[in-house]
């Protein structure tokens, strides 16, 4: 469990600081660049320690997979940017994958 507590905490900072490097301007403001940095050495130091536990082709889809969809809700709702029909599909599709990884794969340790 406490690996699972490490992958939902990569994914979190994998988020903000992709959407940290929006705000950033192609690293030209300070504090969103910082922010970018320190987030994506937090997600990247969180998934190793997953990988202890959580094979790394499995590890690397859900937190791939998820940062992904919550990317996505992100820019819809904060920068507003547009999802249309086949990215809602596709994203759906992303989490059916996640949760058929969890629920029924052998892989991952429950």
């Known amino acids: 469990m406490k690996a699972y507590f490490f992958l939902a905490l990569a994914i ?9 490097m929006k ?7 300070l504090l ?3 922010i970018t940095v320190i987030g994506y050495a937090g997600a990247f130091y ?5 990988l202890k536990n959580i094979p790394v082709g499995i590890a690397y889809a859900i937190w791939s997979g998820m940062g992904i969809v919550l990317i996505s809700i992100i820019g ?7 999802l249309d029909l086949p990215a ?6 992303i989490i059916a994958g996640v949760l ?8 991952v340790s429950h």
Not at 23 to 29: A, G, L, M, T
Request: with cysteine; aromatic share 12%.
């Open 12 to 20: 979190v900072l994998e988020t903000v600081a992709t959407s940290f």
């Open 23 to 29: 705000e950033s301007e192609q690293f030209s403001k």
């Open 32 to 34: 969103p660049s910082a």
């Open 46 to 50: 969180c998934l190793s320690l997953v």
């Open 76 to 82: 819809w709702t904060v920068f507003k940017q547009h």
């Open 88 to 93: 809602i599909s596709g994203l759906l599709l």
């Open 100 to 107: 058929v990884i969890n629920i029924f794969s052998n892989s």
